[in-house]
């Protein structure tokens, strides 16, 4: 009569994370088979009569045959593998050795599984909630996987947004990997993503970190510790990650001080980013492209957006600092589209001449356009505004002449006036102002809804390490 082999996960490394099922097979076993290392986590549960069988490490396939020579001596054998049998453990080799054996002797050895609390869940539980939702795992031992298959799951499991858990990280002699990784996930998800790593999880040697993708460091783990990565949407709690499943609607965004709208927004940017052909920008040029290309869902912003080095956070500065106090937009659409909720919580006035009385009134007397008249005025009284154009050239224009002759001096332009006649050579007009920070949307496209985005990615830009726009909506 044959025997049977039982195939147990025994958890990640402590008594209480072993199923009761598990626990019975292993009493009622004649032989366990595995790597002597995990014997100390079964030793008090075997009977007196149980031999332990122990073919060292990496010996996966000489501990399989050792399994099926003692249960085909009519015994039952248990093979233990750590956390999750079936999870690179034992369970596909025995399955595997059963129908080679089948095929070559004609023997049929009964198999039964049972499943174990794997590494990464033991690792998740102490982390908080960090995989509460679709999720992968990736081994980067390349023993028996090429690298270039591992470096492409990374790749899907980076881009698909998979909250990820990475098992063997890290060797001796493979130090590199660990570095690729963060290299490809940093193409595809923002510098805040929550990084938990768990270091020997379940055991005395216990250590379990929270951080950043930006801020992981690959020199602090070792073979015994499990990562996990969180998707977009997982965030960092009184030191646990949370990976919402989203079952609270607006209410529970709220209290993490996400609105729904915000959410939204987060979403989009999230993908714009990932979509960008250059991954290398600076932190405040990226931050305007990301708004350029969320208003107009056009990626040849990539191409023409232009701004000053710095520019961003010299014009967040000296709002932040309350140099700045106004803005003055050539139209009254660009400021509809200023965030209201922005401007309160940083006291600036955004305002537009165009419907003051005095600029009719100067317009047909000098003969000039209502927008110029507009500037002029706006000159003599904020001459050191952050200027923003959305639609006429000539206000563009005139501004650059009051610069030259000396009656303005802007804290920031920002030029985006938009159609055929004379938008080009405004925008050339502007650049040769090497004193005053500048963002330009190059050639004939611009608009009104350019030019507020782009104030509103100055207004916000203390959001733009977290990628977390849209507070303001």
Not at 73 to 78: P, T, Y
Not at 409 to 425: L, R, S, Y
Not at 433 to 456: M, Q, Y
Request: charged content about 25%.
């Amino acid at each position: 009569m044959k025997g049977k082999i039982i195939v147990a996960g025994i958890g990640p490394g402590c008594p209480e994370d072993i199923t009761p099922a598990v626990l019975e097979a292993v009493r009622q076993a004649d032989a366990i088979v595995g790597y002597k290392y995990y014997f100390q986590f079964i030793q008090p549960y075997l009977s007196e009569h149980c031999e332990c069988i122990d073919t060292g490490m990496k010996k996966e396939k000489e501990r399989a045959q050792q399994a099926f020579e003692v249960a085909e001596e009519g015994k039952n054998v248990v093979v233990i593998s750590s956390g999750d049998a079936g999870i690179y453990g034992m369970a596909p080799l025995i399955f595997e050795m059963r129908g080679e054996r089948l095929e070559v002797r004609g023997e049929r050895i009964e198999i039964e599984v049972l499943p174990g609390i794997s590494a990464f869940q033991k690792a998740a539980s102490l982390l908080g909630a960090p995989i509460g939702h679709d999720l992968c795992t990736i081994s980067l031992s390349d023993l028996m996987t090429p690298w270039e298959v591992i470096e492409r799951r990374i790749k899907a499991a980076a881009t698909g947004d998979f909250v990820t858990a990475i098992y063997n990280p890290k060797s001796h002699g493979r130090y590199w990997q660990l570095y690729r990784l963060v290299e490809l996930f940093m193409q595809e998800r923002s510098a805040d993503t929550p990084v938990g790593y768990v270091h020997q999880a379940g055991r005395e040697e216990q250590e379990v970190k929270v951080t950043t993708l930006a801020q992981f460091d690959p020199e602090d783990v070792d073979m015994f510790t499990v990562i996990l990565i969180g998707n977009s949407q997982s965030y960092i709690s009184d030191g646990k990650i949370i990976t919402p499943r989203g079952y609270y609607s607006g209410e529970k965004l709220e209290v993490r001080g996400e609105k729904p709208g915000q959410q939204i927004m987060m979403a989009s940017f999230h993908t714009i980013a990932s979509e960008l052909n250059r991954k290398d920008y600076s932190l405040g040029h990226k931050w305007a492209l990301l708004h350029a290309i969320h208003t107009t869902a056009d990626f040849e912003m990539e191409k023409i957006l232009y701004t000053d080095e710095g520019a961003i956070e010299t014009l967040y500065k000296k709002v932040a600092d309350g140099e700045l106090k106004t803005i003055i937009t050539d139209v009254t659409m660009v400021t509809s589209g200023i965030r209201k909720g922005a401007l309160e919580r940083l006291g600036i006035e955004a305002k537009c001449y165009l419907s003051d009385p005095r600029v009719a009134a100067m317009a047909t007397s000098l003969g000039i356009t209502r927008t110029q008249a507009g500037i002029r005025l706006a000159v003599e009284e904020h001459p050191d505004a952050l200027f923003a154009f959305g639609n006429a050239p000539t206000a563009l224009m005139e501004l650059c002449d009051l610069i030259r002759k000396g009656k303005a001096h802007p804290a920031g332009i920002i030029a985006a006036p938009v159609g055929f006649v004379h938008v080009c050579e405004s925008k050339h007009m502007v650049k040769p102002f090497k004193n005053i920070p500048k963002i330009i949307v190059e050639g004939r496209k611009g608009g009104s809804n350019l030019a507020a985005t782009l104030c509103n990615a100055i207004l916000t830009f203390n959001d733009a390490e977290q990628l977390k726009p849209g507070r303001d909506l």
